[in-house]
């Protein structure tokens, strides 16, 4: 069946631009996390949703940074005024869960945004 | 400090042999994940393991997990190129969280 898709696969954008990445989960799984991968930092968590609950935003860098997930489904994450540290490549995953159970992450490609 | 180190961070084999790459954590585990990844094509899911003792294969991938020393191998036999890539280690800071930190990835080269 189809996996985690994201939206554009490559991103570059000058800075001081706002940029919107698209995350589409696999259809079913409520749970949906950003990630981010940077040579410098590895990869990290940025921003998990489950369901109609609040967001956990612990691991967003920075206020520019923002997500949303319409539906329980599709989510967009900007950032907003883009600074040439916010290049890498941002990950989504979606799973089952979570609860009392521990289910795998499914990630998509990711988006490779380039701030120049 | 990562709070996930893996070692070795690049490992370069011949075609058939075996190699272990390892994952050790500086906190409690809940729950340890291993990923692969190859350019353009994100993270795919290997293995989930969740308690102490446990181990699992996937074809010629065993993984296990030594609860007790926070530790996590994964042992590839008779490597593939196939095989290459990143490998990364994942893990679960509290029970159900899944907001998973990662190790910094060990790139394995297989040479023919």
């Known amino acids: 069946g189809a996996g985690v898709s994201q939206s554009p696969s490559n991103k570059v954008t000058e800075k001081g631009k706002d940029v919107e990445l698209r995350c589409d989960p696999i259809?079913?799984?409520?749970?949906l996390y950003w990630y981010r991968q940077s040579l410098g930092q590895g990869l990290e968590f940025l921003i998990y949703?489950?369901?109609?609950?609040?967001?956990?935003k612990s691991g967003l860098p920075s206020d520019r940074f923002s997500a949303e997930r319409t539906g329980g489904s599709v989510s967009t994450l900007t950032i907003q005024r883009t600074q040439q540290e916010d290049s890498a490549v941002y990950l989504c995953?979606?799973?089952?869960?979570?609860?009392?159970?521990?289910?795998?992450?499914?990630f998509g490609p990711g988006t490779r945004l380039t701030v120049t | 400090s990562q709070e996930l180190e893996q070692s070795p961070q690049s490992l370069i084999v011949q075609e058939g042999k075996n190699l272990t790459i390892n994952c050790t954590s500086s906190k409690t585990l809940y729950g340890l994940y291993w990923y692969k990844q190859k350019y353009g094509e994100g993270l795919i899911f290997l293995m989930m393991l969740q308690k102490g003792g446990e181990e699992k294969s996937h074809e010629k991938i065993t993984a296990k997990l030594d609860e007790k020393k926070q530790q996590s191998s994964l042992h590839i036999t008779a490597s593939q190129p196939s095989h290459a890539g990143i490998y990364l280690c994942g893990a679960d800071r509290a029970r159900g969280a899944q907001k998973l930190v990662f190790g910094q990835g060990t790139r394995l080269t297989i040479n023919p």
């Open positions: 259809s079913g799984h409520t749970a």
């Open positions: 995953a979606s799973s089952l869960g979570p609860g009392l159970a521990t289910y795998e992450q499914y």
């Open positions: 949703f489950q369901g109609n609950s609040a967001p956990d």
